[in-house]
Structures are given as C-alpha cells and as structure tokens.
C-alpha cells in the first residue's frame, strides 16, 4: 500500500460542489440551531454550531462573543472540545431580540481569527406579545370542498416617523401570501406550512423594514384552504382541522428613538373575494387575472378553543418551502385539436408558470400528470386512490384554470401538483419553451451529499431518486406529491439515512417528530400518517410495525447522521412509550392459530407487512400474521431505546427495554428459525432482515447469506423484497461474501430492477416496479422515494462512507469496487465540513483512491485489499493492487 498525505494542498474541485472552501484561519459554517441566519425562532436557549478552521484536528477551547442592541456578552475562553449544539450563554431570551455573534477557536494550531459574523433573531415569545387577534373572512356560509376561494383580507394604516427596523409576524388556519402596497412579502411558499394544527402551529418572520416608511400603506394577505380545511391525505378529507380559515398577523415597527408602531389583525380588516376563484391543493386553483376584489365586508372575529391558544405558536427548525428553481419545457406537442401537452422532461413537485399571457379574456385549463395516454396525452387514471375501508375511488384532479387579462403572466401559488406533463386547452396560440416554465417547490434544504461514477446509468438512478426526495419533502415528507401527499411514518422511517445523506433534514426531520409525538395516542401507538388526519377514518391503521417504528428509528438515525443529542432527548418519551405500546400488543394478545402464547411474540394487529413485495397482493387484514416482521421490529425498537435511555440519562430505565429487546430477540429465533437453521418466511425480506439486525446466532450467518444469495438466483437474479427490507439489500448481500450479486441486482435491467424503471423512461423513482408497463400504460405513482433508497448503497459501500461515531465525528471510508465501474466519486458534507471519496481503477490494475477528511474528525480507511489505516483532517492518497 502506498499512502500519500496531501494535507497542505487544497482537494481538487468536484462537480455540484457545495460553497466555497473551509475558511482557513477561522471557524466557519456558523448555525443556529439546524438553521443560517434564523429570523424568528422561538428556542428560548437556541444552540450554536461551527466547523473548525483549516486542518485542526481537535478543538481545545472556543470564545464566543455576542451583540445584542446595547448589550454585549463574552464567554471568554472555555476549555471545550465541542462546536457543535453549543447552549446559548449570552442572557435570557427576548421577543424581536436580535443577536450578532462570532466565534474563535483554540486548536493544536494555535489561537484561530474571530469567524465572519452570524446572527439570529427571537420572534413573539409570550402570548402577551401578540396584540393580534384571530380574524376569518366573512364567509355567510361555508363553500363546498374545491369549490373554495383564496379571500383577500385588508387593512390601510398609516406610520408618522421614519423607519428603523419593521418585523412581521404572521400565521394561519390555511395558507397565506402577504403583501405591503402591492410588493410580495418574502419568497416564502404554502405558509405556515402542514403541522399537527391543534398543536403546533409555525409562525413565520419577515423582515419588511425596506417595505415600509413615513406615509400611507396597504396591507393584504390573500388566504386560501390550505391543508387546513382543504382536501389533504390519503383518503382526500375535507375540514380535517376546522371549517373556517383564519388569519393571525402583526406588523411591528421600530422608529428612531426607540418608539414602536404596532399594526395588529383585529376587527377593522375587511374582506372580500379575489382573482384566486378557487383554491385546493389536491384539486387545483382557479385564477379569473381580471377580478379585483370588491364587496368588501368586515371581517369575523375568530371565537372558540383554536383561537384562544397562544402557547402553540412556535417557529418551525426546518428551511421554508420556497420556490427552488425552474425547468423549461423539452417539447411542445398536440395530441389532438385544442390541446398542447408540454412536456419538462421531469417529474417534479410544483407548478407552471405561463410568462406569456393569452388575449384578455380567454380561459386555460392546465392539467397536470405524470404519464401520458397512448394518444400523446396527459392521463391520470393510474393516479386513482381507494378508501382503505369502503373502495370508493377518489379521482386526481391536478387542475389549474385561469382567465387571461391580456396583460399578466399566470402562476398559482395556492395549490401543487406532481407532474411531467400538462396538458393545455384553450390556448389560440402556439405555445413554446420560451413560454412556459415547470416551477419546482418543496423545502429549501441545504444539498449534503453527491455521488458521480463512469457509469451514466447509475448515474441517472442517482438522479432519479434525488428528484424522488425533492419531489416529497413540501414540508413534511409524504408519499407521493399526486394523489396522497401523506406522511406516511414508514416511507421516512426507511428513506432517512439515504435523504440525510444527500440534503440536511435534521430540521425538517425534528419539525415532523415533533408533529408525531404530538399525535401519538395516550397509549404509545403510533399513527400510521403524520401529521395524524383528525376524522379517524385511518386510525384502524395505526400502530404497523415498521410504520410506527419511525418514533425510534428515526431520531436513532438523526443522532447517527448529525450528532444531535438533543434529538433523542427530546424524543425518548415518544420512542419509549411506542416500545411499551408494542411490548403490551405482545403480551396481552395472541394469533388465534397460536397454540402457546409467547409474551414476548407480536403477532396480532394490523401490519403493513413487508409491504409490494414483487408479484406480492397487497391485503389490509388485521387477522393476518405478521409476526416475524413485528417481532423483528420490536426487538430493534427496544434494544435502541435501551441503548437512547443510557445516552440520555435515563440509564434506569434501560435494563427493562433490554429485557424487552432480548425477550422479542427469544422469541423471534424460537418461531422463525427452524430445526435446520432456515427461516420462516423462506423469503428474500426475512433473510435480509435477520442478518441486517443481527437476529441470528453467529454460526447461522454466512448460511443464511448463502441462502439469500439462492433467493435471489432463483427469482432470475431479481430482488423479491418490499418496501422495509429493500434499502438493507445489497448492503447485507456486499457485507456477507455476495458483493458480485450486490452489483448484478443493482445493474439487473429487467423487472423488477431500477435500471428497468429508468429503461422506461423513469426520471423519479416509482411506487410498483411495473409503474409503466410493457405497453406503456402507468399504475400507481410515479414518484415514490421509497425503493430509491437503494442509493445509500452507492454512498456507503461503492463510495464507501459511512459513520462509526454520530455526526461522522469519526467515519469509516471503505469503497467496495465492483460491477464493471471504474471510477467513483462521492461528497458529504458533514456537520463537521466536507468529506470526499473518489476511487478509480488505473490502466496498470493498481485501486488508487483519494480521501478529504475534514478538520476535528478522523477516519478509518478499509481498501479492497484488506489493508486498513486511520488518517486525520486533509487530502490524502492511497495506491494498492486491484483485488
């Protein structure tokens, strides 16, 4: 082996890179909380964060100084080795307190400069803060679901004196836009977001001071259904958390001198109808550019329990959804007479922007989708979804109409669709790329990760489920962005690890925890979908092993991937009560065909199961056994809430969920191992499983790889697994002496494969392996990240990443060539800066890999050749025989 270190030259620059080079002086990367710059946070001790300068290995010390108007506070020089999550010390918190902070560190490299300056900014803390009231639009009675307006709400006012500083704090039942004298406030979209309203509900900041001066204003916030009272979910309900919308909001002005000006929502706003005719996320908005709202009527006063609960307004730790970039059209086509379909080239979630107006009063209907018919058209018969109880079909819509005023160029902002195509009718022109564009929106996360190889197909399939995740992460992380747009626990449980890899979802992903032990049930079971829809039409659903699982695998998982543990912290009470909610299942109830009951064995309930296994028939029955799944899953579950209760200071409490965890582990192995060392299922999912987990004694190991392996032969070398054993796959097959598999399944080309799905034209991942079959029509979603997880794969054995303390504090690069590649490159950018793995394979047959480690880390490098070596921060190289 040959090892060069190449710690005083900069790492050379790689595609899609992320920022500008560490700062080499000084700490850099400055966050507070999971955030840059936050405007408005309500965390009354927020925790600071920095990436240490240059090539330090460990910090020895760090100073942290603070401005805050007239008050400056100096932590002096603290002997410490930790930068990130570090507790506010600068003085107790205060509403629209504003904090400018910097940082040096002291490191073996000596005394570091004072870092570029960071700031972050409280919002209303108190309910005595808000002078507002709650205030709905006059609405004589309510309309029918889709059939809604956006209201438009109204109030003039006047400020005497100059302006200083100017904030506005808002908030909704619905979705709200505000502007200042015709200006749009923020960039911000679908504000205030989805959350479990009845108990949480996000407030949003914004700094409007360059908006406002001396002089007359007007103020309007157009306010539509939202997920409020819209039709939202899996079984597309209506009024879920109330059936009025209502709008929360004041402005608060600064003027020299310090004196205030504070502009509330109360009952001298008026309202009235707008341009916005209807308004619905699921179904689509109407949009008639001619209208101006008039009838104006005062507004109602919001009156009742949701109104009077100040206590729940928090701002959100997860970016903001925002409009984050835009597509221009590869083809315009016309399938019929009257219709053009325009064509992105991409499923994405979002919507289209029209730039190019239609004569003054004609009327566009703009459908979207994700496939088209075999007549070139846009179809949405496979985007159908079914009541889980009753069957009744619940027909996607994806409609946006508009009526032209000649002059303005059309976007809806109330509603998204997922879509490829649209289909537009109406138009007398000719529509171009030039006219049209496909807006993409979901939340602004900040991108972590990237992965390229030699090989253009993994290359696309890479891509394919980096669009998936964009595609589901609106705020939560959903399903699919069609028909659904749920949060299913199950889907995030299983894809968290692959996303935190790629994009920074610490935030988004405590924002959504939060949001599920809101909604927890009083006895720890887990609602299958969070935020959890109020009408309890799913609640027979709740409580799946795998799905409900997500209260433990989830923050596990963060605290892995970010270092944070304030994460299992704060979540342990929901992680422990979801593990006595199982354990209890186990104990009290057993499967009627069970002869012996064994308390420790969870065999009864509704369970998802695996869940679309290939050429699998998918059965929500209650009666059925899934106890090797269930059982599997409480062991996992109970054994990391064991191991979370000693991290946390709960170490009390450990020994029983310890107790728990090797009870199921018993159990487990005394009903799904047989006398011959096989398993029960005989299935690709039950092997994955087992030696995933570590649910089989050592000697069983390489038997049960081995059998796996002749699972996979068997089915054609196809996968056979479902949605919770799909992203352990090739990891177990590559761990357990089958890497050459591992690489056949990733690059098998026929179905089931995701190089099958790209064949046909995939540009996200889809929900069935046959999304679009042989002849070309499409079933079920089209955009699902679920089986993209698969990717992890490429990041942590192809390029060989992964973590071996949280927050990749210290990691292992361990690259395992194969299928035919030559070259791999994979970047992290971890909380602790960047790291970089790139391998190729040289024409003399030497494995030559280059690897960045970032300051304060370390890393355990593993080479195809069975050498290893530890290795600090900076570039270094490694030269060994192919093996």
């Not at 109104?307 to 597509?327: G, H, I, N």
Request: aromatic letters at 8%; glycine letters at 10%; charged letters at 20%.
């Amino acid at each position: 082996m040959r090892h060069r270190a190449a710690s005083s030259s900069a790492p050379r620059p790689w595609r899609g890179r992320l920022g500008p080079p560490q700062n080499a002086s000084s700490p850099a990367h400055l966050r507070v909380e999971h955030l840059e710059h936050p405007l408005g946070i309500t965390e009354r001790v927020p925790r600071l964060s920095w990436q240490l300068p240059g090539l330090a290995e460990r910090q020895a010390a760090y100073r942290v100084r603070t401005v805050s108007g007239d008050i400056h506070a100096d932590t002096g020089r603290v002997a410490s080795d930790q930068h990130l999550f570090v507790p506010w010390t600068g003085g107790a918190a205060r509403s629209g307190q504003e904090v400018v902070w910097q940082v040096k560190v002291w490191t073996e490299q000596g005394e570091s400069d004072w870092s570029q300056p960071a700031s972050f900014e409280w919002g209303l803390l108190e309910p005595a803060d808000w002078s507002a009231r709650w205030i709905e639009p006059a609405e004589d009675e309510v309309p029918a679901p889709g059939r809604r307006p956006a209201y438009v709400l109204r109030r003039s006012f006047s400020l005497d004196q100059p302006v200083v500083r100017a904030r506005l704090y808002a908030t909704a039942h619905g979705i709200y836009e505000a502007h200042l004298d015709g200006v749009r406030v923020g960039d911000l979209e679908l504000t205030p977001g989805f959350t479990s309203y009845r108990h949480r509900l996000q407030v949003q900041t914004y700094d409007v001071t360059d908006l406002l001066g001396p002089g007359s204003h007007l103020w309007d916030v157009t306010l539509s259904d939202g997920w409020y009272r819209g039709l939202t979910g899996a079984l597309q309900e209506h009024n879920s958390y109330g059936d009025r919308v209502a709008l929360l909001a004041q402005l608060v002005v600064t003027h020299p001198g310090g004196g205030r000006t504070v502009i509330p929502t109360g009952p001298d706003w008026l309202s009235a109808t707008g341009p916005v005719v209807t308004a619905d996320l699921l179904d689509g908005q109407s949009t008639d550019l001619r209208r101006t709202p008039v009838d104006w009527a005062p507004v109602r006063p919001g009156t009742g329990e949701a109104y009077d609960d100040f206590d729940r307004l928090t701002s959100s730790p997860a970016p903001p959804v925002r409009r984050v970039e835009e597509l221009r059209p590869v083809s315009v086509t016309r399938p019929s007479a009257g219709r053009q379909v325009i064509d992105l080239g991409q499923n994405i979630n979002g919507w289209v922007r029209l730039a190019t107006p239609a004569p003054a009063g004609t009327v566009l209907t703009l459908t979207h989708g994700e496939a088209l018919g075999a007549d070139g058209d846009v179809s949405l018969d496979h985007l159908t979804a079914h009541h889980f109880v009753t069957g009744e079909p619940f027909p996607l819509r994806q409609e946006d109409r508009v009526t032209s005023d000649g002059t303005a160029p059309f976007e809806p902002r109330h509603t998204t669709h997922g879509f490829q195509y649209v289909r537009v009718e109406g138009h007398p022109g000719t529509l171009t790329p030039d006219d049209v564009s496909g807006v993409v929106v979901h939340s602004d996360l900040r991108r972590t990760g990237w992965w390229h190889s030699d090989n253009e197909d993994l290359n696309r399939l890479h891509l394919a489920a980096d669009w998936s995740l964009r595609g589901n992460v609106c705020d939560i992380p959903t399903d699919c962005p069609t028909r659904e747009r749920a949060g299913w626990t199950g889907d995030w449980q299983l894809y968290l690890p692959t996303a935190a890899f790629l994009y920074d979802v610490a935030g988004f992903s405590v924002k959504w925890l939060r949001d599920l032990a809101a909604d927890q049930w009083p006895d720890g079971n887990v609602p299958c979908i969070v935020p959890r829809g109020p009408s309890g039409v799913m609640d027979p659903l709740d409580g799946s092993s795998g799905w409900g699982d997500a209260a433990v695998i989830v923050p596990w998982e963060l605290w892995r991937a970010y270092g944070d543990l304030a994460v299992l912290r704060d979540q342990y009470p929901s992680m422990r009560d979801w593990v006595e909610y199982a354990a209890r299942c186990a104990r009290e109830r057993c499967h009627p065909d069970r002869v012996v009951h064994d308390p420790y064995l969870w065999d009864t309930g509704h369970h998802f199961g695996e869940w679309l296994e290939p050429g699998g028939t998918e059965v929500i029955d209650p009666a059925l056994d899934h106890g090797d799944v269930a059982t599997a899953f409480l062991h996992r579950s109970a054994d990391l809430v064991a191991r979370t209760a000693r991290l946390v200071d709960r170490a009390g409490e450990a020994a029983r969920y310890e107790e728990i965890a090797r009870g199921a582990l018993r159990a487990w192995r005394s009903h799904y191992i047989a006398a011959d060392g096989s398993l029960t299922p005989d299935t690709q999912a039950t092997y994955v499983r087992a030696l995933a987990w570590g649910l089989l004694p050592h000697e069983l190991r390489r038997p049960a790889a081995d059998r796996l392996a002749a699972l996979v032969r068997s089915a054609g070398t196809h996968l056979g697994t479902g949605f919770l054993s799909t992203p352990n796959l090739l990891p177990v097959l590559a761990d357990h002496g089958h890497l050459d598999l591992a690489y056949e399944l990733l690059l098998q080309r026929t179905t089931p494969s995701w190089l099958g799905m790209l064949d046909r034209g995939a540009t996200t991942v889809w929900e069935s392996w046959e999304g679009i079959g042989e002849d070309g029509e499409a079933q079920g979603s089209l955009n699902h990240y679920s089986k993209g997880a698969v990717i992890s794969f490429l990041h942590t054995r192809t390029a060989g990443i992964s973590p071996l303390e949280p927050g990749y504090r210290r990691f292992r690069v361990a690259p395992r060539p194969g299928g035919g590649l030559r070259s791999v490159e994979g970047v992290h950018q971890s909380p602790y800066g960047r790291i970089r793995s790139a391998w190729q394979l040289t024409s003399d047959g030497a494995f030559h890999l280059e690897v960045t480690i970032p300051a304060g880390t370390s890393a355990e490098i593993d080479l195809p050749d069975g050498s290893r070596t530890g290795a600090g921060p900076g570039a270094h190289e490694f030269l060994v025989p192919c093996p």
